[in-house]
Nanobody, 117 residues
Framework: QLQLVESGGGLVQPGGSLRLSCAASGFTLDYYAIGWFRQAPGKEREGVSCISSSGGYTNYADSVKGRFTISRDNAKNTVYLQMNSLKPEDTAVYYC??????????WGRGTQVTVSS
């Protein structure tokens, strides 16, 4: 059973940092691109960042460029999202996503990030 588990969220003050993790079980992440998404209350889920299977290609939403960094450790079957200079508008539930070769999407349950003073 393919599963994704996000962790690392929490409450942080504006300007602070968090590192989110997305750990996979039941399959090997090596062959897949991974995406991070977020959903704030009352808003639609939006893409934050993605990384290619090799890690050689990354992409970021304009709102997080220069502040967030996505990375992966295939040996640990884990993808990370380093979030620096956090702003209140970054408050959301963060999810990681994998789309398999058949086009099916897999999501974790998410981890809450709250940026507030």
């Amino acid at each position: 059973q393919l599963q994704l588990v996000e962790s690392g969220g929490g409450l942080v003050q504006p300007g602070g940092s968090l590192r989110l993790s997305c750990a996979a079980s039941g399959f090997t992440l090596d062959y897949y691109a991974i995406g991070w998404f977020r959903q704030a209350p009352g808003k639609e889920r939006e893409g934050v960042s993605c990384i290619s299977s090799s890690g050689g290609y990354t992409n970021y939403a304009d709102s997080v460029k220069g502040r967030f960094t996505i990375s992966r450790d295939n040996a640990k079957n884990t993808v990370y999202l380093q979030m620096n200079s956090l702003k209140p508008e970054d408050t959301a539930v963060y999810y990681c996503n994998v789309r398999d070769f058949y086009g099916k999407d897999y999501w974790g349950r998410g981890t809450q990030v709250t940026v507030s003073s």
